[in-house]
C-alpha cells in the first residue's frame, strides 16, 4: 500500500485510458449515477475533470483487500 496521502493510482494515466476508451462502468455506479440524472458521457466528464486536490486519502477496496 501507498505512503498515507499518495494514491494508489496515477490520475493521469487513469485519465489517458478514459480518454482512450479503455474502463467500463459497474453497474452500481451506472445505477447511482442514473439517480442522480447521470449518464455514461457525465460520469466520463466528472472523471476527466478530476484534479489530485480533490482526493482526500486513499483507501483499501472492501471487495479486493490490497487494491
Keep these: 500500500m501507498p505512503a ?3 494514491p ?3 490520475l493521469g494515466e487513469i ?3 478514459v ?3 479503455l474502463y ?14 447521470l ?7 466528472c472523471i476527466l475533470s478530476l484534479s489530485a486536490a480533490d482526493f482526500y486519502k486513499t483507501m483499501e477496496a ?3 483487500p490490497g487494491l
Design 4 to 6: 498515507r496521502g499518495h
Design 8 to 10: 494508489t493510482y496515477d
Design 15 to 17: 485519465q489517458a485510458k
Design 19 to 21: 480518454r482512450a476508451g
Design 24 to 37: 467500463w462502468i459497474t453497474l452500481a455506479a451506472r445505477r447511482g449515477g442514473a439517480n442522480v440524472g
Design 39 to 45: 449518464t455514461e458521457d457525465d460520469i466520463v466528464a
Design 62 to 64: 472492501d471487495a479486493a
